[in-house]
T-cell receptor
Framework: GQQVMQIPQYQHVQEGEDFTTYCNSS?????IQWYKQRPGGHPVFLIQ?????EVKKQKRLTFQFGEAKKNSSLHITATQTTDVGTYFC????????????FGAGTTVTVRA | GAVVSQHPSRVICKSGTSVKIECRSL??????MFWYRQFPKQSLMLMAT?????????EQGVEKDKFLINHASLTLSTLTVTSAHPEDSSFYIC??????????????FGSGTQLSVL
């Protein structure tokens, strides 16, 4: 079955620095979604990428979908304490499958 | 955006009892809802897909007689953990797809239920 892998599992960042987290799927995805879960909270939808090579920005967050639609990345610039949390990528394994498979997540902590 | 309400947020029960968790879509109709289980510091594990008016579809390894799912209306799905045991202690989260039938609909999550079985 489909596997969605994320690296790194943990990211400890100095406030103000940039970092990138990566998501890789064993199968081609029709789309990829990113969610953020704050400590003690529930996952919240951030963005969805559909097109091959697509790049979307949300303020300091840049999301990219790979050309082969099997990988994605999230890049955060000038990290702030509000960026703390776990970032999950998720995607449906096939064109006709609406179920999302979630990666293990990248847990981000920030030191001031 | 769409709101999904989940209750209770926390429940503590004795071993052997049953616990019901409710998931409601407040401002949209959800023909499909999903139930996830999340262990501390781990990812979301899909347990089952709840379809309005029909039987739930369970993922491999999930006991359907243990985790009863009912999706009686377009806005309500319930998960009942029957004869709960300590190993059932976990964070359970429901989610609902946005309106429409496209396969790329995003999910809206409930706030989760922390179940502790003594």
């Amino acid at each position: 079955g489909q596997q969605v892998m994320q690296i790194p599992q943990y990211q400890h960042v100095q406030e103000g620095e940039d970092f990138t987290t990566y998501c890789n799927s064993s199968t081609t995805l029709s789309n990829i979604q990113w969610y953020k879960q704050r400590p003690g909270g529930h996952p919240v939808f951030l963005i969805q990428l559909v097109k091959s090579g697509e790049v979307k920005k949300q303020k300091r967050l840049t999301f990219q979908f790979g050309e082969a639609k099997k990988n994605s990345s999230l890049h955060i610039t000038a990290t702030q304490t509000t960026d703390v949390g776990t970032y999950f990528c998720a995607g449906p394994p096939g064109d006709n499958d609406y179920k999302l498979s979630f990666g293990a997540g990248t847990t981000v902590t920030v030191r001031a | 955006g769409a709101v999904v309400s989940q209750h209770p947020s926390r429940v503590i029960c004795k071993s052997g009892t049953s616990v019901k968790i409710e998931c409601r879509s407040l401002d949209f109709q959800a023909t499909t809802m999903f139930w996830y289980r999340q262990f501390p510091k781990q990812s979301l594990m899909l347990m089952a897909t709840s379809n309005e008016g029909s039987k739930a579809t369970y993922e491999q390894g999930v006991e359907k007689d243990k985790f009863l799912i009912n999706h009686a209306s377009l806005t309500l799905s319930t998960l009942t953990v029957t004869s709960a045991h300590p190993e059932d202690s976990s964070f359970y989260i429901c989610s609902a797809r946005g309106q429409g039938t496209a396969t790329n609909e995003k999910l809206f999550f409930g706030s989760g239920t922390q179940l502790s079985v003594l």
